[in-house]
DNA sequence: GAGTCGGCGTAGACAGTGTCTACTGCGTCC
DNA sequence: GGACGCAGTAGACACTGTCTACGCCGACTC
């Protein structure tokens, strides 16, 4: 409990720290204020239901993925097919190490029930990666933003069949990176 | 309610038709039991818990997903790569119309609590998938199955960032076709 | 300085949930 | 005909999300 954040920010940090513990689905709202030290009640100032604060939850989950990106990539540039390939890692290792808030970020009905910014919460990041593959491919077919779109849906696939467990059994892989090695080589063309 | 049935089936029947209406996270034990006329503790007898009748449902939509795959490509055969084609274009049919089952189909929560089987239960999928690529992709290098695994992977994550709205908000795309079109070539090549 | 007010959080109630346990029909055998 | 075992019932329990009425306490006004 730090001194200077308020319940909102203090039920949001509460929040994401069980999810390192515990299931998205498990993450009650009376446990989340009882972390905070406060009665089952207060969360409903500032959050009106339990879908809004695990969506604030998610939302700063994106945050602090993007930071951890845009973070990776000032620390080691280069150019942008290996900068592509940080970022990829660097999602992946998110969704390894914080586990439920990456699963929670990827919750369908938690999105979809009313607008609660979270599309948006994802769009600088894919922005990000737009970018980046326009430079790495000054092709104008297809379209930057398709093959990004493509790309990103490959790197999302991978992360959540991989943590899920489903892409080990079927690949006999033992790590994700051959899988990502094929997918940058497929999207962006070999390596130079 | 069919007469030739028993509980255990008309309770994975009823629950898989209650998702064509209602989230995954909304169906609830009672109210399977409710629609199936019996009372709340009788699934009990069947599925110990919640999650086993939940993954037993889940379970039924993998079947019922790699029935419609095979019917599709016998009905329309072809060379190996349109095949992969029509796979595809199944799999976002299916995620499409029976969004509730697909959804309840790739909760991790689900997945991980125990050996529930379910993961064995997409593999006829994925076999399906990596014979076809073998077929359509005689070169030895990348393997097959890391080459199915990704193209999978992306399929997977298309079908879902599309079901989701991401990927019509970041593509400006109005149909997954063009994203299915640069998946097919990037993983397999431009078609023949 | 006393009194009022409003924001913040408390506490209790309510319907609903998953799970557990004791029980009741009821068909099937010996 | 009686014992047995299976399938489903019914009630209890702790817990959940939401709603409502109620206090506290600092700030602002006259």
Do not use: C
């Not at 069980?18 to 498990?26: I, K, M, Q, T």
């Not at 879908?51 to 994106?62: C, K, Q, T, V, Y």
């Not at 990106?69 to 390939?85: S, Y």
């Amino acid at each position: 409990m730090r001194a200077d954040e308020g319940l909102r920010e203090r039920l949001i940090r509460v929040g994401g720290e069980l999810l390192d513990h515990e299931e998205p689905s498990r993450l009650s709202l009376r446990e989340i204020a009882r972390r905070a030290g406060v009665s089952h009640g207060a969360p409903r100032r500032y959050f009106p239901t339990h879908l809004e604060l695990l969506s604030a939850i998610a939302r700063d989950g994106f945050t602090e993925l993007t930071t951890r990106v845009t973070a990776a990539l000032a620390g080691a540039p280069g150019d942008p097919r290996a900068q592509i390939a940080t970022l990829a890692r660097v999602y992946l290792d998110f969704a390894a190490t914080r586990r439920g808030r990456y699963e929670l970020m990827l919750r369908h009905d938690l999105l979809e029930s009313g607008h609660l910014g979270l599309r948006d919460a994802s769009l600088p990041l894919f922005r990000l990666l737009t970018d980046l593959v326009a430079q790495a491919r000054p092709e104008p077919e297809p379209p930057a933003r398709i093959v990004a779109g493509t790309l990103w849906a490959n790197l999302h696939g991978i992360t959540q069949l991989w943590t899920w467990g489903s892409l080990p059994l079927a690949t006999d892989a033992t790590d994700p990176s051959a899988l990502l090695d094929a997918t940058l080589k497929a999207h962006l063309g070999p390596a130079a």
